[in-house]
C-alpha cells in the first residue's frame, strides 16, 4: 500500500463513525427535543445530522482525493517498505484524523446546544463556564489534529530524528 492509500483507509473509517453519528441527531436528539417540549430545537438537530451524512458521503466516495492533499502524491509503486519517515508521517496523519474525528462532535454538540439555548444573547456567552472550557479544549484539539495532518511531514521531521 502507498501511504496515501494507508489515510484512505483511515479516512473511510472516519466516514463509518460519522455516519453513526448521524443517528443521534437524526433519531435521539430529535425524540428527546420532541418529549421535552421543545420543537424548535428539532429542525437544526436534522440539518446537523444531515449535514453529518453528507460529510460522511464525501469522505467515503473521495477519500483518496483528500488522501492526496494529507500526504504528497508518489508513484503507486511507491510502496511504504517500513521507512521511518514515511511510517511516522502516515501515522502522524491518522492520529490527526483520530484526533479531529473525536473532538468535532464535542465541538459541534456544544454550538448546538448553544444556539438552542442562546436566545438573544451571543451563542458563545450563553454558555456556562465549564461548557466555554470545554468548547475551548475542543477548539485546541481540532487545531491540533490539523496540524497533524496538514503538516504531518514538518510534525514527523520534529518528533522523528535518524539516529
Not at 484512505?8 to 421535552?36: C, E, H, K, Q, Y
Request: no cysteine.
Amino acid at each position: 500500500m502507498t501511504p496515501q492509500q494507508m489515510i484512505a483507509v483511515g479516512i473511510r473509517l472516519a466516514a463509518l463513525w460519522m455516519l453513526l453519528n448521524s443517528i443521534r441527531f437524526l433519531l435521539s436528539i430529535p425524540a428527546m427535543l420532541t418529549f421535552n417540549n421543545f420543537p424548535e430545537g428539532v429542525s437544526p438537530s436534522y440539518a446537523v445530522g444531515i449535514a453529518y451524512l453528507v460529510f460522511a458521503g464525501v469522505l467515503w466516495f473521495f477519500p483518496m482525493w483528500l488522501a492526496h492533499k494529507i500526504a504528497p502524491r508518489t508513484q503507486f509503486d511507491n510502496h511504504v517498505n517500513l521507512q521511518g519517515l514515511e511510517v511516522a508521517r502516515v501515522g502522524s496523519a491518522l492520529i490527526g484524523l483520530w484526533f479531529f474525528f473525536v473532538a468535532m462532535p464535542d465541538m459541534t454538540w456544544f454550538l448546538f446546544r448553544a444556539f438552542l439555548v442562546s436566545g438573544s444573547e451571543p451563542t458563545f456567552q450563553s454558555l456556562s463556564s465549564d461548557a466555554k472550557l470545554d468548547v475551548a479544549v475542543s477548539f485546541v484539539e481540532i487545531v491540533f489534529a490539523l496540524i497533524l495532518i496538514f503538516r504531518s511531514g514538518d510534525f514527523t521531521r520534529f518528533v522523528y530524528r535518524k539516529s
